[in-house]
């Protein structure tokens, strides 16, 4: 799905949890998420920090559409 | 003596349970468990399954590293002479699992390994290059056809026998170029598949090209205040109760929700259609896969002038590659119709 809306023309981010999938199907602005049932979130926190850890990963996404790339990326921390 | 063999299977087919258990550490089992009985039987006597290990999909997924360090020292005890993984059929992380179990086996034990999965199956495309994987049908209801193949071919690999082609075998191609030799030239056998061409007869060709689809990255934005994002997500969120029947896997479609003042996914109010993982935090707060909260904190700080008042939605769980592709085609036309500027998309 990734690289059908890149190859319309629109800039795409991928926050997902198993970033080998994401290589694989070609994404190319990669934000590696938390976990399988919570992308971006955290059960086992209050719900204030969950939404901490989930302004944070927003905020590495929204960046990474705003980096030029030449090839797939990951962009960690 | 038999050849002994160690089987690597997940916490579904180990009985442990469903989703709620997949993150479950690995563990190992003397014997065979699960489509283990079959395999046993199809190996016969020449090979015995001396035991099992089990991991969590999702445990794997997460810790693909320690995961596959821990399971090799498990498989070394039982001095293996060949692993089997599987078949995990469409199952992505499974595959991955199974595919990163049989590389790692392969690579530092030096025995050979065979997995089953269907072709569309993520670990495919990871792995294909550094073992054996059995081209399997999309779900468990093909395990007797699936099993067989894998044992035989298991048992070709440990006899040290020669083998044949991905099509003689039914092993997924490898992308491995071996010398042959024909009776007919070349330049013949270029002419005689050309005619056939030309008649529309089948003609098989002796070196099919690799396929590489690949997209080049847009360039970035760069008026972020200005931007319209949008949010597209395959983790199944939707509004409480399904109202489009999105299939909780093999989903035949998309959804379009409107989420104009909506400024949090709330559990009264949005689920997940998701069958491939455990729902329980998802349909607590669905922003957990759709940040849709946060985005609206950031909308209304002005650091993108507006979230896009619909989201898209389907289900990424065994569902074929052409339906996806198909549908985000679909989405992003009207996206782009809508004038958005970038997409988050989320996976779970």
Redesign the interface.
């Known amino acids: 799905m990734v690289k059908e809306i890149e190859r319309a023309g629109l800039p795409v981010v991928h926050v997902c949890t198993i970033v080998p999938i994401s290589l694989t199907v070609g994404a190319n602005r990669i934000v590696p998420a938390v976990a399988i049932p919570y992308p971006l979130g955290d059960p086992s926190r209050t719900m204030s920090e969950e939404k901490e850890i989930r302004r944070h990963l927003v905020e590495k996404a929204l960046k990474a559409l705003q980096t030029e790339v030449s090839e797939q990326t990951v962009f960690t921390d | 003596m038999s050849y002994r063999i160690v089987h690597y299977i997940n916490q579904f087919y180990a009985g442990i349970g469903g989703?709620e258990k997949?993150d479950v550490a690995p563990e190992v089992r003397e014997g065979v468990v699960g489509p283990g009985m079959a395999l046993k039987a199809a190996l016969g006597s020449e090979a015995e399954i001396v035991a099992t290990v089990v991991c969590g999909d999702?445990y794997f997924?997460?810790n693909?590293e320690k995961a596959t360090a821990g399971i090799l020292e498990m498989m070394k005890k039982y001095k293996p002479d060949a692993v089997i993984a599987g078949p995990a059929f469409n199952a992505?992380?499974y595959g991955?699992a199974c595919g990163g179990v049989c590389e790692a086996v392969v690579k530092n034990l030096n025995i050979p390994a065979v997995s089953g999965m269907f072709p569309e199956n993520?670990g495919v495309?990871?792995y294909k290059k550094s073992f054996y994987i059995v081209e399997t049908p999309d779900s468990a209801a093909g395990m007797r056809a699936a099993v067989p193949a894998m044992a035989k071919l298991v048992l070709k690999l440990l006899r040290g026998e020669k083998i044949g082609t991905p099509a003689e075998e039914g092993y997924i191609e490898r992308g491995i170029r071996k010398n042959k030799f024909y009776d007919k030239l070349a330049a013949e056998r270029a002419v005689d598949m050309f005619t056939a061409k030309l008649k529309g007869e089948p003609f098989v060709t002796e070196y099919p090209m690799p396929v590489f689809?690949?997209?080049?990255?847009?360039?970035?934005?760069?008026d972020?205040k200005n931007a319209v994002?949008a949010l597209?997500t395959?983790?199944g969120i939707c509004p409480k109760g399904n109202p489009d029947h999105i299939e909780a896997s093999s989903a035949s479609k998309f959804g379009e929700y409107d989420i104009t003042s909506v400024m949090d996914l709330t559990a009264e109010a949005y689920c997940t259609a998701h069958g491939g993982?455990?729902?329980?935090?998802?349909d607590?707060?669905a922003?957990?896969?759709?940040?849709v909260?946060?985005?609206r904190?950031?909308e209304k700080e002005g650091?993108?002038k507006k979230l896009h008042n619909k989201f898209y939605t389907?289900v990424?769980n065994g569902t074929a590659v052409a339906s996806?592709?198909k549908?985000?085609?679909e989405?992003?036309?009207r996206?782009?119709a809508d004038g958005?500027?970038?997409?988050?998309?989320?996976?779970?």
């Not at chain 2, 922003?287 to 940040?291: E, Q, S």
Request: proline share 6%; hydrophobic share 45%; no cysteine.
């Open positions: 989703e997949a999702s997924a997460s693909i992505g992380r991955t993520p495309e990871m689809d690949r997209v080049a990255p847009n360039p970035a934005v760069k972020m994002i597209v395959s983790g993982y455990d729902a329980t935090y998802a607590q707060d922003d957990r896969v759709l940040p909260d946060v985005l904190d950031m650091v993108f389907t990424g996806a592709k549908f985000a085609t989405i992003a036309s996206l782009k958005v500027t970038a997409v988050i998309l989320t996976s779970t």
